[in-house]
């Protein structure tokens, strides 16, 4: 059974640090692309970024560039996600998400960790 648990969240003040994490089990870690997404109360869920099954291609929204680094332990099976100069309007559940390499949509997600950024 795939199991991917994200932990990390919790509430800051505007211009903090935070970082989160994804552990995964269940599955060939090394064989699947990761991602972050988010969710804001009342908005649809929204790319946040993306890392390659090998840690390399990391990918951002434009929303989140510089401020925020996405990588992965393949040895540990955990993603993570080191977010600075957290913003008010980063304030969202953050999820985590796995997707094989030979296919475009993600097949397995976590349940989310509550981020919330106070200004």
């Known amino acids: 059974q795939v199991q991917l648990v994200e932990s990390g969240g919790r509430l800051v003040q505007a211009g903090a640090s935070l970082r989160l994490s994804c552990a995964a089990s269940?599955?060939?870690?090394?064989?699947?692309?990761m991602a972050w997404f988010r969710q804001a109360p009342g908005k649809s869920r929204y790319f946040v970024a993306s890392i390659s099954w090998s840690g390399g291609n990391p990918n951002y929204a434009d929303s989140v560039k510089g401020r925020f680094t996405i990588s992965r332990d393949n040895g540990k099976n955990t993603m993570y996600l080191q977010m600075n100069s957290l913003k008010p309007e980063d304030t969202a559940v953050y999820y985590c998400?796995?997707?094989?390499?030979?296919?475009?949509?993600?097949?397995?997600w976590g349940q989310g960790t509550q981020v919330t950024v106070s200004s």
């Open positions: 998400a796995a997707r094989l390499t030979s296919v475009l949509s993600y097949d397995y």
């Open positions: 269940g599955l060939s870690f090394s064989n699947y692309n």
